[in-house]
DNA sequence: CGAAAATTTGATCGAAGTCAATCATTGTGG
DNA sequence: CCACAATGATTGACTTCGATCAAATTTTCG
């Protein structure tokens, strides 16, 4: 695919862009191809990058006390960054890895604030980004704070009914909050019923 | 205080916002006092509107199974509404209410698409509210998976100090997905040592 | 095919929840 | 301005869900 396609995409999925905007956006971007297991951000290292999973999946995860927790998935066109570093300038907690081969469309932080202060369009974008992003944090939250281990479970594959062929059981059950042997005893219960 | 003066402290803090911005602003925003206790949002309710706090403080909460759980406490300087419904014109699962005499500018969805498609400023003040939202609630994810209830606690005293003198310790437990008692009991831990 | 990684299964434990009974503080009406 | 009801906080006894630790089994992939 190529990057004014991949733009469109953007464009219809968060907030129309006018074309020179797009092309400008065009411009300031690259398309970047990686292989399973890549790393696009380590922890502790400042990230001032932006990326658009064209094609793929990748995950966020901090190493806690030297567990691996996964805070985020991104998917087909959806946006990922190491959130505390693009946003506050700090070393970032968080990996990014890719899951499977991954095409993604990269940004810099400054070329997307020149972009958000030359174009309103683009500001709207980046406004959507956030909104979304701000809305599903919320849900995860009740989630958490709300529902039992086995709730939790289902509603990841409510939201994500195919989310176990794409991701391994180890990423799910730590992103939902719960343990590897808790998602194992509720998917076997859940197969016998 | 008058409302160019609120409006102005809204520009500092999250974007500034030119003149004219600034006056349709004004001509589309309300001030509104409340009473300690009185109502902003119901559950059910479908809102549009969002509040800027003058001075005093409120607080979003849900009725989950007859028990009270606090979700948002928003002090002076800060935005509140009820997310879901706002954003996604639901019936709203919170009640919103005042915890003291509080002085709110009031505005609505539609103005603030209006001002935001009208004006950069605006769609960038926005944009900057939802972005700090965002962080803040993907730290509050953080604290809700790895923290202890302890953690929670001390963590909730370092975003704010004296927040124990400005609500209950039962909406504060909540509000850390905490038990009262379990609250209690670490306070009385706490002052001990 | 065989090693490494992922998942399942079992046994045990503990942090925090629940339920219940005071105790303390606050605010209002007589 | 006090009484006392209502609300908020503390304390105790007991329970539970899911974590932890450990081992076995299955799957993946070089």
Redesign the interface.
Known sequence: MNKEDIINIMSDKYAHLNDECKLEFSNYSQILTLKKGEVLVKEGQISDKAYFIVDGSTRAYYL?DGKD?T?WFAFENDFICA??SF??NIPSPHYIEVLEETTLLVISKDDIMKL?DKY?DY??L??RV??K???K??A???S???QTAEQKYQNILLAYPNITQRVSLTHLASYI?ITLETLSRIRKLKTRI
Request: aromatic share 8%.
């Open positions: 806690k927790i805070d959130i505390n946003f506050q958000s309103h500001e709207r980046t406004n956030a909104t992003t701000m809305l944090l919320q995860r939250i009740v958490m704070q709300f909050g």
